[in-house]
């Protein structure tokens, strides 16, 4: 069987490095072997986080732009919305009936946000951000993906999305192929400016597609001890040197680690971060501001790529439908 790597975005605040490396980068790298690949914008996620309509907007603009500017081929690849894929959010009425609430409760992301509630532990909390991970399996399992690339923090979700598919497939008829995630074993966590995972929920984020001087702005903005220039630094357990290595090859690296022992500033150390970093963003940056100033790209692109995905996504649910019996009479 042909691989089928899918991986989604959720469309909430501005695409940042932590996305392009932990979702963009190596699905586009997986897609240039022999396989199909589906990439979208997880915009019916972003519902759970935000009313901000704006803000959704924007983002899956500049989402799509980010996937686009890093060198994803629309001709090659099924490039979608998740909310134009009607069958996806049919599917997950489908599988949360047949999901176990105990499942559900044990998800990292809702145990996070129960834990921080003192006296009502719901406080705050909607059922989408409970019932996400089925939103995320159908998302997978309604094209039969075979390969998920993901950040480490979503391996507990793609678990979930395999114990909801054996579980179709025992109580109906093996219909869903069991999907893998695939986590890159150096770049598990891609931490952010206070060395916690990047994410825009820390306020913690760089961005991937500013100007240069916004890039060095944040990149100034990494947390690190108060060492003085001339002192000898560790890079273990540095923020500003674990980002470099998300970057730099092994001899970069290697070089890096004999500037810190020679005690180079921090100054020093972030400005040769951000000429790392600057010169793999440059391209993509150019990229984006070209792409920007055709207004109708993005909606045509998503259009184009919902009409090219959809009659899949139709196909599985009507086969879906007929094996729980929501179908015709006989
Ligand atoms: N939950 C993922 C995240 O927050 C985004 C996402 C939604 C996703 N659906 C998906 C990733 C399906 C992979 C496959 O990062």
Redesign the pocket.
């Given at each position: 069987m042909k691989k089928r790597i899918?991986?989604?975005?959720?469309t909430t605040g501005t695409p940042h490095v932590g996305n392009y490396l932990?979702?963009i980068k190596p699905s586009l790298e997986l897609a240039e072997e022999n396989s199909e690949s589906f990439f979208?914008l997880?915009d019916y996620?972003a519902l759970i986080k935000t009313q901000n309509t704006i803000d959704i907007k924007a983002s899956v603009k500049d989402v799509a732009l980010a996937w686009l500017s890093s060198g994803l081929d629309t001709d090659k690849s099924y490039f979608y919305k998740?909310s134009d894929i009607k069958e996806i959010t049919e599917l997950s009425w489908i599988l949360t009936c047949i999901t176990a609430k105990g499942l559900m409760n044990r998800a990292h992301a809702y145990k996070a946000a129960i834990a921080e509630n003192k006296s009502d532990e719901d406080k705050g909390i909607n059922m989408g951000l409970f019932s996400?991970p089925i939103?995320?399996a159908s998302?997978?399992l309604i094209f039969n993906?075979t390969h998920?690339?993901?950040?480490s923090?979503?391996l507990q979700?793609?678990e979930m999305t395999r114990d909801i598919a054996q579980r179709f497939n025992h109580l109906y008829k093996k219909t869903f192929n069991i999907p893998e995630a695939i986590v890159q074993e150096d770049k598990k966590v891609i931490p952010g400016l206070d060395g916690r995972k990047m994410s825009k929920s820390y306020n913690n984020i760089i961005p991937l597609l500013s100007d240069e001087k916004t890039l060095k702005k944040s990149i100034a903005k990494i947390v690190t001890n108060s060492l003085e220039p001339g002192d000898p630094k560790d890079p273990n357990g540095c923020n500003v040197f674990n980002l470099y290595t998300q970057f730099a090859s092994l001899e970069q690296q290697s070089q890096f680690k004999n500037d810190y022992k020679e005690g180079i500033s921090w100054g020093d150390a972030k400005n040769k971060l951000f000429n790392l970093i600057n010169l793999e963003l440059m391209p993509i940056r150019d990229k984006y501001n070209k792409l920007q100033e055709d207004k109708n790209l993005v909606n045509e692109l998503l259009d184009a790529g919902a009409a090219k995905v959809r009659p899949l996504a139709s196909e599985m649910l009507g086969e879906l439908r007929e094996i729980v019996g929501i179908s015709k009479i006989e």
């Open positions: 899918l991986t989604g975005i959720t932990g979702a979208f997880a996620h998740q996400y939103l995320m998302d997978i993906s998920v690339p993901v950040g923090d979503q979700h793609l």
